[in-house]
């Protein structure tokens, strides 16, 4: 299953290019769509995120609204379009946090069993640039990518990575048809399977 068809929802982000997100795989059902629908939202902020608020963090827990219904009016905008509210979590409490919000989930509805959080690193355009046989550049754009993430408590069969490749000739536009794509793929990327 692709991982843009299993119902997620967003949960919360750092900085500008880390949004971390909660994905329920149980309610993936192949003939509908990946919507969560009100009443689940509503279930997850009410009964599962709210309370994993008040007791991971009871400083905060005046802060956040006291129901779906409420968040959800308090970020609709006048173009009836949404911006929510944020709230930081310290760093020191995000593992208590997400292992309490997980347990809450799979405690709450059989459905809502087997939820977990991706975290979904975006990069800029033209964020990472570098010379692609040079080990200290590739170093260098792979530990500013990650700077938010602890790399020693990876397990990199975990991961999906989508890398994005400019490929250029200085002076030229370079361009290639569709159906040379694979063969492009083999030859710029040799160790790579699956293609």
């Given amino acids: 299953i ?8 967003p949960l919360g982000k ?15 059902s192949a003939d509908s769509a990946t919507l969560i629908s009100q009443e689940d939202l509503a279930l997850i902020y009410d009964l599962c995120l709210r309370p994993t608020l008040a007791e991971v963090l009871p400083e905060f827990a005046d802060r956040a609204p006291t129901s779906y219904a409420a968040a959800y009016t308090q970020s609709r905008t ?8 944020t709230l930081d ?3 020191n409490r995000l593992e208590e946090l997400g292992a309490t919000l997980l347990a ?9 069993r087997d939820t977990y959080f991706v975290h979904e690193l975006w990069g800029t355009k033209g964020g990472t640039i570098h010379d692609g046989e040079n080990d200290w550049e590739r170093h260098m754009a792979f530990q500013d990518m990650f700077e938010h993430v602890e790399i020693d408590e990876l397990n990199p069969q975990d991961w999906l990575v989508d890398v994005t490749l400019t490929i250029g000739v200085e002076g030229h536009v370079t361009t290639w048809r569709e159906s040379c794509h694979q063969d492009l793929l083999r030859h710029l990327m040799p160790l790579a399977s699956n293609w």
């Fill in 89 to 91: 979590v310290p760093w």
């Fill in 104 to 112: 809450k989930l799979q405690a709450q509805k059989p459905e809502f």
């Fill in 2 to 9: 692709a991982m843009h068809k299993i119902p997620n929802v």
């Fill in 78 to 85: 006048r173009s009836r379009g949404l911006a929510f509210n």
């Fill in 14 to 28: 750092v900085q500008q290019r880390h949004v971390v997100r909660i994905f329920l795989p149980r309610l993936y």
